[in-house]
Nanobody, 114 residues
Framework: QVQLVESGGGLVQPGGSLRLSCAAT???????MGWYRQPPGKQRDLVAR???????IYADSVKGRFSISRDNAKNTVYLQMDSLQPEDTATYFC?????????WGKGTLVTVSS
């Protein structure tokens, strides 16, 4: 079973940027992949997904600020986050975004605060 490992989170000031990475232990080129986030005390929601053809689809809350990409040769999915706001504070996870979910990783914490 493919394992997913997220990295790249941290503390950033409002208006700042971060780039998250999701490294898979196996092949993901045939799967639509997604980035999910879970704010403290709230549910986990899908914020961006990328099709096998590389087309990104975004939740309204992040559209125009976040950009999802993938490198199938590296079995890695990225999330470029710009113009970060305090409401983006959450633990970010990656997983499949179509069909059955895989096992959840530990996620990576993003904190947006001055």
């Amino acid at each position: 079973q493919v394992q997913l490992v997220e990295s790249g989170g941290g503390l950033v000031q409002p208006g700042g940027s971060l780039r998250l990475s999701c490294a898979a232990t196996g092949r993901i080129s045939g799967r639509t992949m997604g980035w999910y986030r879970q704010p403290p005390g709230k549910q986990r929601d899908l914020v961006a997904r990328i099709t096998t053809g590389g087309f990104g689809i975004y939740a309204d809350s992040v559209k125009g600020r976040f950009s999802i990409s993938r490198d199938n040769a590296k079995n890695t999915v990225y999330l470029q986050m710009d113009s970060l706001q305090p409401e983006d504070t959450a633990t970010y996870f990656c997983n499949y975004a179509l069909g059955d979910l895989g096992p959840w990783g530990k996620g990576t914490l993003v904190t947006v605060s001055s």
